[in-house]
């Protein structure tokens, strides 16, 4: 069974930094088409924060300049590096792959920024 691994999340004062990290648990197809960090704060609706597909790299607005996602060399682990940290960004933060034709997501990792 296929798992998303993620680790990272923690509690942070604003103007800190965060790296979050998620690996494949088991690679039964080599076919990563696409990895991403989605995340949803308490009453709000999941929202995409970054994603990976090919060379190409997307990032919502908000977090533009102060967040970028890589992959790993092995292409089964993605990283979000999260500077200059705001209160707003405090909320639980997926992984989302897509393999073959499958979508998996992690189990969420908590994200805090507070004084």
């Known amino acids: 069974q296929v798992q998303l691994v993620e680790s990272g999340g923690g509690l942070v004062q604003p103007g800190e930094s965060l790296t979050l990290s998620c690996e494949i648990s088991?690679?039964?197809?080599?076919?990563?088409?696409?990895m991403g960090w989605y995340r949803q704060a308490p009453a709000k609706e999941r929202e995409l924060v970054a994603a990976?597909?090919?060379?190409?790299?997307e990032y919502a607005d908000d977090v533009k300049g102060r967040f970028t996602i890589s992959r790993g060399n092995t292409r089964n682990t993605v990283y979000l590096q999260m500077n200059y940290l705001k209160p707003e960004d405090t909320a639980v933060y997926f992984c989302?792959?897509?393999?073959?034709?499958?979508?998996?997501w992690g189990q969420g990792t908590q994200v805090t920024v507070s004084s």
């Open positions: 989302n792959a897509i393999i073959g034709f499958e979508e998996f």
């Open positions: 990976s597909v090919g060379s190409e790299r």
């Open positions: 088991k690679i039964v197809s080599t076919n990563v088409s696409y």
